[in-house]
């Protein structure tokens, strides 16, 4: 797995659209969609109200929002996630204790 590029610590509140080239962390309570061509791990600390777009989308936090993910989405023990999940066939795995309300939309094109 690649190296975490970029972080956003819990003791920020931003709102804004992201959108990177890079890998990135969030544990910081953020308002707004984000993308990455790479990684978007949302940590334990967490709390994203918008949307996130990247190939693997990592979460053990809150997300108000969908998920959207080339390769796979993740959610992790602590993962809470209201909104729309978006994957290929294969592309969701959720540990138990993970909370998902919203629909899951599998790509079958291929």
């Known amino acids: 797995m ?14 804004a659209s992201l959108s990177t080239s890079e890998s990135l962390r ?6 707004g969609n ?3 061509e790479n990684i978007i791990i949302v940590g334990e600390f967490g709390n994203i109200r918008g949307d996130i777009k ?8 809150q997300v108000h929002g969908n998920l959207k993910a080339s390769k796979l989405v993740e959610l992790m023990k602590n993962a809470r996630i209201k909104g729309n999940i978006f994957t290929p066939v294969g592309g969701l795995e959720m540990r138990i204790g993970s909370n998902f309300e919203g629909n899951f939309i599998m790509d079958t094109s291929g």
Request: charged share 20%; glycine share 10%.
């Open 34 to 36: 984000i993308s990455s």
């Open 54 to 61: 990247a190939p693997v989308v990592r979460v053990d936090g």
């Open 2 to 15: 690649k190296l975490i590029t970029g972080y956003l610590g819990q003791d920020l509140q931003l709102e």
């Open 26 to 31: 969030i544990d910081c309570t953020y308002v």
